[in-house]
């Protein structure tokens, strides 16, 4: 679990399993684990940050969209 804050401001936390170790193996690159957090954004620019949280996972991409 890491913390969530936009823009200053605490959004909660982004939960997401571990992946345990280093993913270098075909097969552990294929598990896709996803998470979804809906957060509120301003106009313009944000800024994001995620938190280091327990454990150790790797994050891959984060993806943005209006609802």
């Known amino acids: 679990m890491s913390t969530l804050t936009v823009n200053g401001q605490s959004q ?3 939960t ?10 075909a097969a552990q690159d294929q598990v896709e684990k996803l998470t979804t957090v809906p957060v509120t954004l301003n106009g313009g620019v944000n800024h994001v940050v995620l938190g280091k949280g327990t454990g150790y996972a790797e994050l ?3 993806t943005l969209w209006a609802s």
């Open 60 to 62: 891959d991409f984060v």
């Open 16 to 25: 997401y399993q571990p992946t345990g170790a280093w993913l270098g193996t």
């Open 12 to 14: 909660g936390s982004a």
